[in-house]
């Protein structure tokens, strides 16, 4: 796209691949929740089920699932724009080798500038400032774009249930709502 040919070193490729720990990270964690322990054993069986990773996945979403949106995003932030710093440095050297007095601040070898554009992609904004030219940085992009939408979507139904009468709660709305318009009558 820019006409400029760089060379990605194995090193920085594995680095990047190097940040699905973080993976392997949220998995032992929730390996050793309360709801994959032997007690959560006992009981799901029970109930005819059993206490997977996917129930505790689905136990923490139930239980707190803010907190949860809120460190899948700013993991997916700052691993992702770790990995378009790590993809885009390559061409910013390459350009400063070519005219060393050209100095562009709209460039992703900056951590903040490849933080923005990451945040900017995942929920889904897209402004356009700033995008990757390289085919590390695309793929990136593309990666960080479906799980940001994932992660809106996410946090839209988790929301609307959360906003989502009971049975109970809808009848007192109506009760209140008629002797409001009573008294106003």
């Keep these: 796209m820019t006409g400029k040919t ?8 594995l680095t990047v691949l190097s940040l699905l720990k973080l993976f392997f990270f949220m998995r032992t964690f ?9 007690r959560a054993q006992r009981v799901c069986q029970m109930n005819g089920c059993k ?4 129930f505790a996945v689905k136990s923490i979403v139930q239980e707190s699932p803010y907190t949860l949106i809120s460190i899948m995003f700013v ?26 007095t050209k100095t562009d601040s709209l460039e992703l070898d900056s951590y903040w500038n490849s933080l923005w554009l990451t945040v900017v992609t995942m929920t889904t904004v897209g402004y356009g ?12 992009g593309m990666i960080v774009c479906i799980w ?8 839209t139904v988790t929301l609307t249930n959360f906003l989502t009468f009971t049975p109970s709660q809808n009848k007192a709305f109506l009760l209140l709502q008629r002797l409001f318009w009573k008294e106003l009558l």
């Design 148 to 155: 940001g939408i994932f992660i809106t979507s996410f946090f």
């Design 6 to 13: 760089t060379k990605q070193s194995l090193n920085e490729v």
């Design 51 to 54: 206490a997977t990773t996917l």
């Design 30 to 38: 929730v390996y050793f929740t309360r709801f994959n322990d032997p």
């Design 129 to 140: 400032d700033l995008y990757p030219k390289t085919i590390g940085g695309r793929l990136i």
């Design 75 to 100: 993991l997916t932030a700052f691993s992702a724009a770790y990995a378009l710093q790590v993809f885009e440095r390559p061409l910013r050297q390459a350009q400063a080798m070519e005219d060393p």
